[in-house]
Every structure is written in C-alpha cells, then in structure tokens.
C-alpha cells in the first residue's frame, strides 16, 4: 500500500461533501467492531442521523409507514454508521483494502418485495467512495422487525491491512 | 492440492448429471462474489432456473402459496447458482477447499416452522458434489420477504486454494 | 498462549457455576462448526435445554406467547449451546482467540422492537467467561420464524489458535 497517498479516503470523501456521523455507541453490550484474521466485522448499524436518534420516516415498515425512496436513504446512514464505526477501529479508512461483504436487513411487511433497491442505498454508497474495491458480496432480507424499529440495518465484513 | 485431478469436480457434476446454470448478474450494485483472505463469500442467490426468471411456483411463501417439496427445490436451485457464481469467480471449482458456511432465508408465513427440511434442498446439493468437503455450518431462518419474491435465497462462504 | 493456564475457560465455567450442555446433533444435513483459515464457523444454534428439547416456554414469538425475559434466558441458553458445539470442535475452548463475530435471530411479532435486549441474553454470557475477549461484533435481526418454533437462534465465529 506505500505507493498510495496518505489519507486518501478522507480526501474523497471530503470531495464527496460526504462528513461521518461520530461512531454511535452500541445499544446493547457488544463492541462496534473486531479486526481478526485480516478481516473487519462491523456490528449491524442502524440509520442513526446526526443527532444521534433515528429519524421518524426512518422508523417502521417498507411497504408501510417508509416508502422506498426513504428507505433507501436509511440504508446509505446505515453504511455511513459502518463506515463511521470502521474509521474508529482502524484508526484511518486507508487500511481498507476491500469491502468484502455487506448484509443488508430491511424492516418490511411480508407483501413488499423491492427490497433490493432500498439495500442500493448502501452499496451505492461504498462504490462512490472506493471505486473498485467498494464493490461487495451482499445478501439482502425482509425481516419482521429490527432494533429501535429501524427499517434498515447493515452489517458489513472489509479486508483490512495489518 | 497437487494430488487430485484437474477438473475432479466438473467430472463429478458430470457424473451427477448436474449442469450449472449460467452465473446470474447481480439485481443491483454488487458483485456476486469476492475472494480475500482465503475465503469466497458468495452473494445471496435466489432461485433462478435455465431460463433466467423465477418459476412461478418458486414465488412466495412457504405455509402459503410454496408448499415444502417447492422450496426444497427451489432451495436446490439456489445452491447451484452459489456454485454457478464460485466457478466464474474461481475459474474452477477444484479451487473450493471446503463448503464453511450456508445461510439460509427461507420466505415464509409466521406460523411455518419446518423451514430447515427446505434448506436441506442446498445442503444435499453440498455434500453430493463435495462429500466431505461440503460438510458446512448452516443458519437457517424464516425472514418476511426476499427480493423479487422468491421463497428461498441462499448464501455462502468458502475455503478456497490461492 | 504459552504463558496462560491450561483449562482456564473450563475452569471459570466451574467458577461460574455453569455446565455447558452436549453438543445437539444438526437437526438437518450439516454440521455444527468449521474451523477454516484461524475462523470457527459455528451454525445457528437454538436454545436446546438440559433435556435435549426446547422448553414450551422458549417457542414462539417475542411480543406473543414469549416475554422478554424468557426470550434473553433462551438466548443466554443458545450461547451455551454455541459454546458446547465449539468445545466438541476445537477439543478444548482455551484456542479460543477472541469471540469475534455473534448473529441473533428473534422469532418476533412484527411491532416488537425490543430484540436488542433480548440478544442480551447470548452477549452477557460471552463477556461473563471470556471477559475482555468476550467483546464482540453483532448483528440482531427480527424474523418470521424459526425452526421448530425455536424463540431465539444465535450463530458465531471465533478467531481460534491452531
């Protein structure tokens, strides 16, 4: 990696005009993240906005009470939570090698099947920022319900540098 | 690996009668499978057959309008599309050390709780090809909806030669 | 982990008063656990009691016949079930490296959004025996079902020493 630029992820997401939220505490006693066998695993992040709180129109059900294009938007906080959280445990962004995989669970009534447009939200999102290497194995569900009644959740698994 | 014979594991899908289905493109931004740190992860692959769509009998919900000999099947044809997107991802399947995981996300009605016979669709499919090597860990769970409605969807997670 | 005592997980479970059940037989064509480049992959595990079966009080749905207490003691028992299906697969529980990775599967009625607390239930345990090792990444999701109506089912991966 000696031949790429310092920072180089914080400088494109500044081009972006993308800012992290600061790394939400997990609701429940676990840890954000664990680095292991050169792998990050990113606990599921729930689409926590800058105020620390979910936003009502991203709380209940696609197919309900969140139309899609506000799930979809849910989904992309959900990555930048994850990235958010991955930022915090590896100290910078640039030890990202490659996001290997993301899960993507999305809070819906049994009849909505768009739930992989709303999981684009995410991967959009990891694309953007690292071009190549953002693009990642996924499996998108509908679930019953999730935590907080959140109607996206994400969890992530990157390939990280010593 | 110097030992086995090339191409073992197509002889043995030969031998099976087994013809994998073409690699199905992604339903959004994603790639089907990655390969990092010794291990495939393979994308959540829903049950497509030879013609590219969903069957209509594939459609739904166990405990509803898929009755569990469908979803057995269509638990099947998910398997060979994980294995459809391990070989052009691999070049060859004599690549794959050992099937680790499956997930299975089995599209049912709330009260319908024989969903691990319909995930044995692609466990046996698993353990036919690769005998012992396909021997994995498995979740199994009942989840509101899958994309485009399909009644299964399966992913994996492979230990792969360099 | 030369310098650390032999047994030590055996011997805080003594300490703790706990007594890991057997390892339950897949209830279908898999197995339990597989240990794969430093990872143990263990398959989702349902809170098995002392007996062998689920207890009438951990089936069902949170938010339905299961409250929320019993639904984080069926939780704590199916982390006591990951960790008897660990201790078969690894001969003892002294190669575990770091808890690294817990998925939590609520059978839940679609408004009940307190699941977090209820996978409480599994995490308590890992941090109780492992301590700081203990800590670990999760992902806690809502479903529509489990097998045999199981309330809870937890999956893991461990880093584990060869």
Redesign the interface.
């Known amino acids: 990696m000696t031949e790429l630029p310092a920072n180089r992820i914080d400088r494109r997401l500044a081009e972006l005009g993308i800012a992290l939220p600061a790394a939400a505490a997990?609701?429940?006693?676990?840890?954000?993240?664990?680095v292991?066998?050169?792998?990050l695993?990113?606990?599921?992040q729930l689409p926590f906005g800058a105020g620390g709180g979910i936003d009502a129109h991203h709380k209940g059900?696609l197919g309900g009470e969140v139309n899609p294009p506000e799930g979809s938007e849910a989904a992309r906080r959900c990555a930048l939570n994850v990235l958010a959280q991955a930022r915090a445990a590896l100290g910078s962004l640039d030890r990202i090698?490659?996001v290997?995989?993301?899960?993507g669970?999305?809070n819906?009534?049994?009849?909505?099947?768009e739930?992989?447009?709303v999981?684009?939200g995410a991967?959009?999102l990891m694309?953007e920022i690292f071009g190549e290497a953002g693009?990642?194995?996924?499996?998108?569900?509908?679930?019953?319900?999730?935590?907080?009644?959140a109607c996206v959740?994400v969890?992530a698994?990157f390939?990280v540098t010593a």
């Open positions: 997990p609701v429940a006693n676990y840890v954000p993240a664990v292991s066998a050169g792998l695993i990113v606990s599921g059900k090698v490659r290997v995989r993301l899960g669970f999305i819906c009534r049994p009849h909505f099947d739930i992989a447009p999981m684009n991967s959009d694309v693009r990642h194995a996924r499996s998108t569900v509908g679930v019953a319900q999730l935590p907080l009644d959740e969890e698994m390939e």
